[in-house]
């Protein structure tokens, strides 16, 4: 499966944004798919993961109740909806694909970067 993220952008301090994680091939929906993002100078950070059915998401604390992981399996799209975005939330966004059942993430799309402005 090949994954593409878009949507990234500039803008103010609690401003939103809609990324979204599009997909090709026809197990997209079976898989789990997250968003990660990565500062200049900073690990790589888990943001947010959803599962194949939607049953069940992940948030990391940073993010938690500002953004939303939804996702279309019809559209073989994933969404990452950013609200009250921060500085601090300025990253260059991945998504990224795992079977269910596994642990590891072995799809990866390429980066969209959002720049949040103080």
């Known amino acids: 499966v090949q994954l593409q993220a878009s949507g990234g952008g500039l803008v103010q301090a609690g401003d939103s944004l809609r990324l979204s994680c599009a997909a090709s091939g026809r197990t997209f929906g079976t898989l789990y798919v997250g968003w990660f993002r990565q500062a200049p100078g900073k690990e790589r950070e888990y943001v947010a993961g959803?599962?194949?059915?939607?049953?069940?998401?992940y948030y990391a604390d940073s993010v938690k109740l500002r953004f939303t992981i939804s996702r279309d399996n019809a559209k073989n799209t994933v969404y990452l909806q950013m609200n009250s975005l921060k500085p601090e939330d300025t990253a260059v966004y991945f998504c990224?694909?795992?079977?269910?059942?596994?642990?590891?993430?072995?799809?990866w799309g390429q980066g969209t970067q959002v720049t949040v402005s103080s």
């Open positions: 990224a694909a795992r079977s269910a059942g596994t642990t590891t993430f072995g799809h």
């Open positions: 959803i599962s194949a059915g939607s049953f069940s998401k």
